[in-house]
């Protein structure tokens, strides 16, 4: 699974701490989302969309949708 994680935190001038304490989550946790190292749960998946104004969906790319 792919994500664009830091696209959209940049978007909004977010740093991996930032979210994460917007998540409830340690900055480790977020850097290994992005590095496609560790797979979120659900809840925290939608607090993630949530907090970058997107959607799961646009956030998260599954192996199979492609490059």
């Known amino acids: ?13 977010l740093t991996q701490e930032d979210l994460a304490r ?7 946790t977020i850097l290994l989302i992005e590095k496609g190292n560790y797979n979120p749960s659900i809840k925290l ?3 993630i969309a949530k907090a970058l104004k997107t959607t799961i969906d646009e956030l ?6 492609g490059q």
């Open 45 to 47: 998946a939608h607090n």
């Open 22 to 28: 917007i998540v409830d989550v340690r900055r480790e």
């Open 1 to 13: 699974m792919r994500t664009k994680i830091k696209e959209f935190r940049a978007r909004y001038d």
């Open 60 to 65: 998260f790319l599954f192996d199979d949708q």
